[in-house]
């Protein structure tokens, strides 16, 4: 546990090859923690890989699942501290960064903070959390899930159908009654599920199959970070961009992602001098064994010499 400030304490582990390339993963959601699988991308006798669990969830403390838990104080700013702090603590001059989704984004943010700390990147269904991007997942792409998109809605009575729908949310999610708070997390997870049901063709439900306090969080954080537009500016990280020319990239994207379309993924390529994009043709968000081989080769490119 690394006291970050704030009273927060972030779980972090270390495995494979104390002596490999070091690698950060940096995990999905916001608020999803950590995937016990992601360390399965790497080659344990050649990568030293550092995982953590984002404040709030997973084993860091407080959890947001807890109403009294001050979100003041977990904004995307407190992560790319945290990560720096991080990077410290385990006396680690330059690592690798590898995240997928919102790990995408933290990792860009990251990156262009912090140029001189990464060695390469590697990242699967690239967003940037722009507020078109937000605006796309919460509204534009119930256009092809219509029934599924005004059951969402109306778990935020009032809200007009042009209305701050995440920001309604965000408001339940601080609601002092735990009923109120519950149903939210119900919707909110089952309109996820909705726009991933192409891929996982019900069987499985991402977000609502998990356990009852990692949903809370999850949701609560994902509706905080999202109604604040992740606290960066329209469009920063595609602006900045030039920042990590030199730092050699691997984007990997599936052409049918619903929930992230591929656009994003390719204005990041053409900004980025340097980084390669991968278009999966058979690919969603989740992305696929094709997906998979895609990441593993970058991995092992990257591994050369350790």
Known sequence: MLDVGDNNLVYWEVCGNPDGKPALVVHGGPGSGRGEGMRRYFDPDRYRIVLFDQRGCGRSTPHASNPATDMRHNTTQHLIADMERLREHLGIDRWLLFGGSWGSTLVLAYAEQYPGRVSEIVISSVTTTRRSEIDWLYRGVGRFFPEQWARFLAGVPGTPRDGDVVAAYARLMEHTDAAVRNKAVADWCAWEDAVLSGETNGASNPYGDRPPAAQLALVRICSSYFSHGAWLEEGVLLREAHRLAGIPGVLVHGRLDMGSPLDTAWELN?????????????????????????????????????
Do not use: K, P
């Open 270 to 306: 053409r900004a980025w001098a340097g980084s390669e994009l991968n278009v999966v043709e058979t690919a969603g968000h989740l992305g696929n064994a094709a997906t998979r081989d895609c990441v593993l080769r970058a991995l092992d490119r990257f591994a050369v010499g350790f």
